[in-house]
């Protein structure tokens, strides 16, 4: 999961497992979703976003080579202070009222296209307080016109559940979830 700290536009996708490739794909993928450049990403210290300590390699991480290669500079949250990415968490914590807590789902397809159409909604239809009642599309778009078929370039971020000790997340707050 992504949330842009200024627009609170939120990006997310479902992945059976948060490992590197992935975690450098997402972030490809949030670059090219929003307008404007990324300048700062905020994750956890997992492994999916950083080399642990004492495995220092000739190879660089997958991560690394991504947000090198589009000039974005790497934050680190402190190990076990899931709250210094307060969004992505709180983001989480919606997420997992709004859809797993209230549906039950058959597949991971069905789980998937209910994420798809409650992130439009969220990002299209919501109001938010802190963006002086505009929703982050329209927030991003200044005039908040977009077809459902449109596209934004987003900044993303992972985190795990806010109740794990052992969370990863990111500012754009790129957030995990397992």
């Not at 307080?129 to 934004?152: A, E, V, Y």
Request: charged letters at 30%.
């Amino acid at each position: 999961m992504a949330v842009d700290r200024t627009s609170k536009f939120v990006h997310a996708r479902l992945y059976k497992k948060a490992n590197r490739d992935q975690a450098a794909a997402f972030l490809e993928d949030v670059v090219q979703q929003l307008p404007y450049r990324v300048h700062m990403v905020l994750t956890d210290n997992g492994a999916q976003f950083a080399k642990r300590r004492g495995t220092e390699s000739y190879k660089p991480h997958r991560f690394d080579v991504v947000y090198r290669e589009h000039d974005i500079e790497h934050r680190l949250t402190r190990p076990f202070h899931p709250w210094t990415n307060g969004q992505v968490e709180r983001m989480n914590r919606i997420l997992k009222d709004t859809m797993t807590r209230s549906c039950h789902y058959a597949t991971l397809e069905e789980l998937a296209d209910h994420l798809k159409n409650y992130l439009w909604a969220y990002n299209s239809a919501r109001p938010l307080r802190s963006l002086k009642g505009k929703t982050p599309i329209g927030f991003i778009l200044k005039d908040g016109r977009m077809t459902r078929t449109g596209s934004i370039r987003i900044r993303t971020t992972t985190s795990r559940d806010q109740t794990s000790r052992r969370g990863a997340s990111s500012s754009i707050y790129v957030s995990k979830r397992s």
